[in-house]
């Protein structure tokens, strides 16, 4: 349910929103705090957002939506199908992920090749785990199933440069190197991380996870001026 909420928030955003600036990149994210304590290892993932209006000396603040898709762990392994059918090997390939959305709020007062920005952000992440079993010979998805999920509000702010790359690009009027970072707070949420999940007996045990999930972001990507 939480899934197709988070897809409907895209699909909302991003056909209704008369998108004058487009963007997306690579995401490098690192734990904060209490997440820090309980996820040791850097996230990666992608974002995208889009602005109503492109911002410009005149009219420096514009307002869109920005999503993001991040795993913050993985485990495989390769095991017997079943107890009864132990001579079939199968792939077994867990992830812990984080899917932001977030209204975006971008302050750019520059008109310059090198243009400095802030933002804000607000909205929330949804955290789950995923397990997947796939063929070892034809890699093909066997079984796929959600472990562990939930819901947590988020906020936070940042800053970064564009810096053009070309003008003139038929409908794009502009396009930039996009170079940012992050702070993202994350308030409390209960999530699953790498080897929280133990198999005994032949019944899954959860260790579940309890903080608050702040993240750095890195960013590196385009934005395209329409």
Partial sequence: MRKTVIVLFAILCFSNLNAQTVGGSLVLGL??????????NVGFGLQLHGTIFSPSTLSPFTIGANLGYMVYGNESSTRPLSETIPDIMVDVNRTNNIAHFHILFQVSPFNTRVR???????????????????????????????????????YGYGGGLLIKLKEGLGSVSELFLDLKAR????????????????????????????????????????VAYF
């Fill in 31 to 40: 734990p904060q705090g209490e997440f820090k304590d309980k996820v040791d």
């Fill in 116 to 154: 400095p920005y802030i933002e804000g952000l607000f909205g929330g992440a949804y955290l789950f785990t995923t397990t997947k079993v796939e063929s070892r010979n034809s890699g093909q998805n066997v079984f796929e199933s959600t472990n562990y999920d939930s819901f947590t509000w988020s």
């Fill in 183 to 222: 702070y993202i707070y994350g308030t409390e949420a209960q999530y699953l991380k790498e080897g929280s999940v133990r198999i005994v007996g032949g019944r899954a045990i959860y260790d579940v996870q309890k903080s608050k999930t702040d993240l750095i972001t890195l960013n590196i990507g385009v």
